[in-house]
């Protein structure tokens, strides 16, 4: 069994920064790529940013230059520090992994967790 957790989701005002944490527990042998999905009222969730064993990452548009995304590999967790934050990115915030345990390779999601960006 393993579980996504997600946190650090909160309030904030447009331009302020929120830093948002995924941590992969139980049998985790390996974590591949790991990613960060958002899904506003109404609209289908979609990538926010990716981040593979090697740390090649890979972004939304919108988030460009905004965004970064991260990983510890020792703690099994990943990061997507957000900044410059607008409106437009409140939504839920769901991590993704490709995680390899004792009984196979599978894709988790977590439960995510909320961004409001509103003044």
């Known amino acids: 069994q393993v579980l996504l957790v997600e946190s650090g989701g909160g309030l904030v005002q447009p331009g302020g920064s929120l830093r948002l944490s995924c941590a992969a527990s139980?049998?985790?042998?390996?974590?591949?790529?790991m990613a960060w999905y958002s899904q506003a009222p109404g609209k289908e969730r979609e990538l926010v940013a990716g981040?593979?064993?090697?740390?090649?990452?890979n972004y939304a548009d919108s988030v460009k230059g905004r965004f970064t995304i991260s990983r510890d590999d020792a703690k099994n967790t990943c990061y997507l520090q957000m900044n410059s934050l607008k409106p437009e990115d409140t939504a839920v915030y769901y991590c993704n992994a490709e995680v390899e345990s004792y009984i196979g390779e599978y894709n988790y999601w977590g439960r995510g967790t909320q961004v409001t960006v509103s003044s």
């Open positions: 981040i593979t064993s090697g740390g090649t990452t």
């Open positions: 139980g049998s985790v042998l390996n974590i591949n790529y």
